[in-house]
């Protein structure tokens, strides 16, 4: 993944990654997605009070994987047609995606997490 999105009056803030400040957008998006590190999912899960599970990574790394080969965030229709076929119809729902990732659900909590741009829409 390869970009960085930075603009003049930016609001940013900044957090701490194994001693090094990295710059995120006001809302918590990296501007700099070459700066993603699983510690860097460890540090915003931690600040976000979401205590991350092996599905939590599995929608990290399927939210990365399609980035990485469409250089698009990926579509929620589709995050659930793989989930359900992964993870069954209990777990391969909107509802349970938006329960795991409380702020925000997938689109976005699992979009800032895993290091990729803003939903579309949401520039």
Not at 2 to 24: H, W
Not at 52 to 57: G, M, Q
Request: aromatic share 12%; hydrophobic share 30%.
């Amino acid at each position: 993944m390869a970009g960085k999105i930075y603009y003049p009056n930016m609001q940013t803030q900044t957090t701490i990654v194994d001693g090094k400040e990295i710059l995120l957008d006001g809302e918590g998006y990296l501007l700099d997605l070459n700066e993603w590190t699983e510690k860097f999912v460890h540090v915003r899960a931690e600040f976000e009070e979401l205590e991350l599970t092996a599905e939590h990574w599995e929608i990290i790394n399927y939210i990365r994987d399609y980035y990485d080969k469409n250089n698009v965030q990926a579509p929620v229709r589709d995050m659930i047609k793989h989930f359900k076929k992964t993870w069954g119809k209990e777990k391969g729902n909107t509802r349970y995606l938006h329960k795991i990732f409380p702020l925000g659900g997938p689109q976005k909590q699992g979009n800032r997490l895993a290091g990729v741009r803003k939903p579309k829409g949401e520039h």
